[in-house]
């Protein structure tokens, strides 16, 4: 493919980070707020222009947001969200706004002072209203019985969630660009299926994530700072932000598109929920609209002239997570191991080899530059005490089991 600096130059390129949504903005008292999917951005003006950073209090909760300046409550930017948010990602700023206004007869500029909250959305959809409605209790503040352990550290996450933090000031760590674009994640950490398809006037390319996955990523980066894809007239690049050396679909395309009005979005989708480790829960899915240029619209004999794709997860985790349960038995006493069976368990892990699901059939498969995963394993049993304690697949919690999102 041509270099991207190569190919940006000497082209228009479409360079997608957000997803827009429906309201983009809206006012509530006096108060502004900008919305993408992922985050709503809040400015609230203030009178006075000696204020500090340390007269403000900023207190969020993942359903309420109460802010104070020099003791009092400051009305218009305290109440109840009309969602969910991840508290810890949040952060708030002074900033000075320089506006112009017209007094007799000539104009004139002055400086306001707003108080700037950026809010990340726990989920990715749009908000219709900045505030629940008042009288109405939020959903997120409802009680519910906990009937099993699992249920009842679910519900006791919920509580934690809900209690108010102090926010401090100053922008998030992980919005510099050096931290926002640092490796957490891989593609086949979370990718299940790619799929791509075209109509006589547009290009469709279909990006599946695992639901278990997705939530896990969530936890450390909001989406928004994860996904990422550039196009150009005869290119599409998708990656995940931090990796672009190893996209998840790198594309060169038949035809030509028109970057400019190409759009993206995240949706769900039940083509691949059966891929899911949790097949009751819902098919997340990123989509990518590309417009054929006037004169290449019709049918293409074929969608890419070539095409690269990272590889996908696992798909026999199972048989995995049987022999490292089993070998954890090695860390166990001598009189409790039992010793004609752990050689047998070493011969199945040696014998294990990774299957993974299947992308496009078109495109050629881009790997990581590490070993595979079985030998990676292999490795780490003779280097280790015993195994399922490496980098690759450790024991998550969370998800009661070994996962390959580390």
């Not at 900023?58 to 020099?70: G, K, L, W």
């Not at 002239?305 to 997570?321: I, V």
């Not at 699901?357 to 990676?376: C, F, I, K, V, Y």
């Not at 394993?377 to 690759?392: F, I, K």
Request: proline share 5%.
């Amino acid at each position: 493919f041509k270099s991207q600096e190569l190919n940006a130059a000497i082209q228009p390129v479409a360079v997608l980070r957000h997803f827009l949504v429906q309201p983009a903005a809206g006012t509530a008292d006096g108060v502004e707020w900008h919305q993408s999917m992922g985050r709503i951005t809040v400015c609230c003006p203030l009178e006075d222009r000696g204020i500090a950073s340390g007269d403000v209090s900023v207190e969020i909760s993942s359903c309420q947001i109460q802010v104070s300046i020099s003791g009092q409550p400051l009305r218009i930017m305290t109440g109840n969200l009309n969602g969910t948010v991840i508290s810890p990602f949040c952060w708030w700023t002074l900033q000075d706004e320089v506006l112009r206004r017209r007094t007799r007869g000539a104009d004139s500029a002055w400086t306001r002072l707003n108080l700037v909250v950026h809010l990340v959305k726990k989920e990715p959809r749009a908000w219709r209203e900045l505030w629940h409605p008042q009288g109405m209790k939020h959903p997120a503040a409802r009680g519910s019985y906990a009937w099993t352990q699992p249920m009842h550290d679910a519900c006791s996450q919920d509580s934690a969630e809900k209690q108010l933090i102090s926010v401090q000031p100053g922008f998030r760590r992980g919005l510099s660009s050096a931290e926002v674009d640092e490796f957490l994640f891989a593609p086949d950490d979370m990718c299940i299926g790619v799929d791509a398809m075209q109509d006589s006037r547009t290009v469709t390319v279909q990006i599946h994530f695992d639901s278990e996955a997705l939530a896990v990523v969530q936890q450390s980066v909001p989406l928004e700072e994860l996904l990422a894809a550039n196009v150009w007239e005869d290119e599409i690049v998708v990656f995940l932000r931090g990796d672009e050396q190893n996209p998840i679909l790198a594309a060169e395309l038949c035809g030509r598109c028109l970057p400019a009005e190409s759009s993206w979005r995240l949706t769900t989708s039940d083509r691949y929920r059966s891929r899911q480790r949790d097949v009751a829960g819902p098919g997340h899915m990123l989509e990518l609209v590309l417009r054929k240029h006037p004169q290449d619209q019709g049918s293409w004999t074929s969608l890419f002239k070539r095409c690269m794709q990272h590889r996908l997860m696992l798909r026999n985790y199972d048989e995995l997570e049987d022999i490292l349960e089993a070998l954890k038995e090695d860390a166990l006493p001598p009189e409790r191991r039992d010793d004609l069976w752990l050689p047998e368990l070493q011969r199945m892990l040696s014998e294990w080899r990774e299957e993974r699901w299947a992308g496009l059939p078109e495109a050629q498969t881009l790997h990581r530059r590490s070993e595979d995963l079985a030998s990676d394993l292999r490795s780490s049993e003779t280097e280790q005490d015993h195994v399922g304690n490496n980098r690759l697949a450790g024991r998550h919690e969370e998800l009661a089991r070994y996962s390959y999102v580390y």
